[in-house]
Nanobody, 124 residues
Framework: QVQLVESGGGLVQAGGSLRLSCAASGRTFSSYTMGWFRQAPGKEREFVARIRWSGGNTYYADSVKGRFTISRDNAKNTVYLQMNSLKPEDTAVYYC?????????????????WGQGTQVTVSS
């Protein structure tokens, strides 16, 4: 069974940085696509970034492009989301997700496994 465990959330001032981690276990992830999504209070879950485990192809939401970087460490089976120049509107619960195939989807229903989420709060 695939397990995804996020960590690294917290409270930070606007302009600051955080790095989220997603430790993945239970499978060989070479054919998977990993994604980060977020959900703010009263809003729908939205796509943030995704990476194809094989090859490392990445894609970002326009709202985070140039500020966030998604990466993976094959040896540690861990996916990261480096978040710089944080804004109050980045405040949300951030979720790590995994899809069993290597694709380009940014739609949450296409992802098969989800972590429990980690809270990110950016104060102004």
């Amino acid at each position: 069974q695939v397990q995804l465990v996020e960590s690294g959330g917290g409270l930070v001032q606007a302009g600051g940085s955080l790095r989220l981690s997603c430790a993945a276990s239970g499978r060989t992830f070479s054919s998977y696509t990993m994604g980060w999504f977020r959900q703010a209070p009263g809003k729908e879950r939205e796509f943030v970034a995704r990476i194809r485990w094989s090859g490392g192809n990445t894609y970002y939401a326009d709202s985070v492009k140039g500020r966030f970087t998604i990466s993976r460490d094959n040896a540690k089976n861990t996916v990261y989301l480096q978040m710089n120049s944080l804004k109050p509107e980045d405040t949300a619960v951030y979720y790590c997700a995994a899809a069993r195939r290597s694709f380009y989807s940014i739609v949450s229903r296409d992802y098969d496994y989800w972590g429990q989420g980690t809270q990110v709060t950016v104060s102004s």
